[in-house]
């Protein structure tokens, strides 16, 4: 039997064989890499390539006139952060969660928020206002536990799953911020889940957590998972094989990183780790068992016997934090053989190229009808050649590009250049609508956020 030490190791098997640090084999370049940071504080200096992403594809940029670490969002990038958001309220309406909204700055002087805030430290960002100070939220939990704190709860509501996607601030470090990686303002979907007992708290967490890797999976990835975990947590048989069976549920190797028993407000803190290419680690999802703040911010339910009840809370964020959801995707893209992004994702879905001026309508009407079918269609209709525009299309990753001219005009078929496979296919308008709405099934949806002919935008689109 290991003896766990608060700031100790481990790697945690799909067998449950536990080992420390120093006598584990670790099978996965990713668990390797996580190791290495984590663990001996080497992270990857190589730079990452979403940052020179996020300026090609004209999705974001560093914004001068603000603080360090907040950023503008360009239409493309716009599009892409709203389509991510839609799909953060997705997840929390098909678990059934109650979406709210709350402020984003807390006064100090009350001792729940100074006690919670005194966690963050260094980072947390401050605004005066008269002789107040305010902290800056750096999640949803001040508003969601006030929110609680005021409500009569009774068991028959629990589990409860309240939700909300809240801009957040952190002050991190100048030389911590890395693109989309790092911010000091960023937008978390947070949910919590108030729960009965622990006992019910665990089989909620173990759910949430396979929500949270099943999500990994949809959006093409693994991820690589550190467990934080309290000494009383992991030292009590039933803890132990609590974590255990997670691990089998992950199907994969984990980092296991015990604490002193009280030093936060969880027992099991899980990171779902995204690992780029390079091996950076991007803290992508979460998930925490809560057994402090319900004392902290007063929150209480009525029991069958009419008695009040500290809940247990669960903290979630199944998508954590749309900026590093973005990082990963473009991280994920670029080591990809074509680079690519989920078509639902692409902010345009099918690029229409004219030949000449005598399909410029033909065109026109083409991605009107797309865009009418809730297919994210343009047109280029600039007076530049066809080669020209379809290298364009090919630098702004569009799945789908459509060449139409005479043959087209009259009634035939259209010639479809399908990016993912690298071929021209023909079909009817019919057909691709089919194939795009086949392909971006279940995900959500928005509009074109510019203009639907290319000649039409601004530099910055
Ligand atoms: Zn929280």
């Known amino acids: 039997m290991l003896n766990f030490q608060p700031g100790g190791y481990y790697l945690v098997n799909t067998d449950g064989e536990v080992y420390s640090i120093e006598e584990a084999r670790i099978k996965d370049r990713n668990l390797q890499a996580l190791v290495d940071s984590e663990v001996y504080k080497k992270s990857s200096t190589k730079r990452a390539p979403h940052i020179e992403l996020m300026k090609k594809l004209k999705v974001a940029g560093y914004e001068e006139l603000s603080d360090p670490g907040h950023v503008i969002f360009k239409p493309k990038g716009n599009l892409i952060f709203d389509l991510l958001a839609d799909r953060t309220l997705q997840i929390a309406l098909e678990l059934g969660a109650n979406l709210v909204k709350t402020p984003i700055f807390y006064d100090l002087s009350f001792k729940s928020i100074s006690e919670h805030a005194r966690l963050f430290g260094q980072r947390m960002y401050k605004v005066k206002s008269g002789k107040r100070t305010f902290a800056l939220r750096y999640a949803a939990c001040f508003g969601q536990f006030s929110l609680l704190s005021d409500s009569t709860l009774s068991y028959r509501d629990l589990p409860l799953k309240i939700f909300e996607l ?273 392909e971006t099934k279940g995900w959500p949806y928005r509009p074109l956020y510019f203009n639907i002919l290319v000649s039409k935008r601004p530099s910055f689109v």
């Not at 048989?237 to 992950?250: F, H, I, N, Q, T």
């Not at 779902?272 to 209480?300: M, P």
């Not at 590093?324 to 995707?329: E, I, K, P, Q, S």
């Not at 026109?364 to 050649?385: G, P, T």
Request: net charge negative.
């Open 166 to 438: 809240a801009d957040s601030y952190r002050l991190e470090q100048r030389g911590e911020l890395i693109g989309l990686n790092r911010l000091r303002k960023f937008h978390m979907p947070d949910m919590h889940i108030l729960c009965l007992n622990i006992k019910e708290a665990k089989i909620e967490f173990e759910k949430i957590c396979k929500r949270c890797l099943e999500e990994g999976h949809r959006f093409g990835w693994n991820y690589t998972s550190l467990y934080n975990v309290s000494k009383d947590f992991i030292e009590d048989p039933k803890g132990l094989d609590y974590v255990r069976s997670l691990v089998k549920m992950e199907g994969n190797q984990v980092l296991l990183h015990v604490v002193e028993s009280g030093m936060y407000y969880w027992i099991i803190n899980i990171e779902f780790n995204f690992v780029s290419q390079q091996g950076r680690i991007i803290e992508s999802s979460t998930a925490q068992i809560d057994v402090g703040n319900a004392e902290r911010f007063n929150i209480s339910y009525v029991d069958e016997e009419g008695k009040e009840r500290r809940p247990v809370i669960i903290h979630t964020a199944v998508i954590g934090s749309l900026e590093r959801f973005m990082a990963d995707l473009l991280e994920k893209a670029s080591s990809l053989k074509t680079p690519s992004l989920p078509t639902w994702i692409c902010p345009v879905q099918v690029r229409i190229i004219n030949v000449g001026i005598d399909s410029l309508q033909f065109a026109i009407k083409l991605a009107e009808n797309l865009n009418i079918n809730s297919i994210r269609a343009d047109v280029d209709d600039r007076s530049e050649s066809v080669a020209k525009k379809v290298a364009n299309a090919e630098v702004e990753w569009i799945p789908y590009v459509v060449v139409v001219g005479k043959k087209e005009v009259e009634g035939g078929n259209l010639s479809v250049r399908v990016r993912s496979v690298r071929k021209k296919l023909e079909m009817s308008e019919e057909e691709l609508v089919k194939t795009v709405k086949e």
